[in-house]
């Protein structure tokens, strides 16, 4: 790992250390909207691939975070913090990592997954075989749930993300006051799907 990030991980470590730490769970909660598609919530130590629309993963951030627990995201350095609070993210519980280096992103994803309930993050490129098998051994002892975007070997399930409604528009002209989110599950060539209304600032 590169010096400025490491240091910047380890002091991010530390300062979660301080507060309660995260225990090994089961399960991590979901956003209450989402009950219908996980009625049991997130699987604890699992990787999930999600695609498409960012409200949905703050839609899966907002879970654990009402629940209490620590959330982070790493790779995102544009995500909206201002979106995630509508949804209802603790952001004095959000970690954020903006940018990082492809070489340091199996570790930085590690040393978080042991303080936090739920990671989201872009991951690399290319990943080894190895490093998916070390990082799934690290979630599953620590109980926290990965979801990456985009493609991930191995995942628990694949999760899809897409605006298929706004409203407020009428013949090209007026504001955007909200929208219909389509959040789809595909589990064991299964899919099924919730419709949830979103906020939209004008």
């Known amino acids: 790992m590169t010096a400025p990030t490491a240091t910047r991980v380890a002091e991010l470590h530390d300062l979660l250390q301080r507060h309660e730490q995260t225990p090994a769970a089961d399960s991590v909660p979901v956003h209450p909207a989402l009950t219908e598609l ?3 919530g997130l699987r604890g130590g699992a990787v999930y691939a999600l695609h498409g629309s960012m409200s949905a993963a703050l ?3 907002a879970g654990p975070s009402l629940a209490g627990s620590w959330c982070g995201v790493v790779g995102l350095p544009d995500l909206g913090v201002e979106a ?3 949804w209802g993210v603790r952001l004095d519980r959000l970690a954020l990592v ?3 280096s492809p070489a340091d992103w199996t ?3 590690a040393s978080l997954v042991e303080v936090t309930a739920l990671v ?3 991951p ?3 990943i080894s075989p190895g490093e998916v098998s070390r990082l799934l051994a690290r979630l599953r002892t620590s109980g926290s749930t990965l979801v990456v975007l985009g493609d991930w070997p191995r995942a628990a399930a694949a999760l899809t993300g897409r605006i298929v409604r706004w409203a407020g528009l009428h013949a090209g002209h007026g504001h955007l006051s909200g929208g219909t989110l389509r959040f789809e599950v595909t589990e064991r060539h299964r899919t ?6 979103i906020p939209v600032r004008p």
């Open 192 to 197: 099924r799907h919730v419709d949830l209304a």
């Open 59 to 61: 839609a899966l951030l």
């Open 38 to 40: 996980f009625p049991r």
């Open 84 to 86: 995630a609070a509508e």
């Open 107 to 109: 570790s930085v994803i």
């Open 98 to 100: 903006p940018q990082i």
């Open 124 to 126: 690399p490129e290319h």
């Open 120 to 122: 989201v993050a872009t």
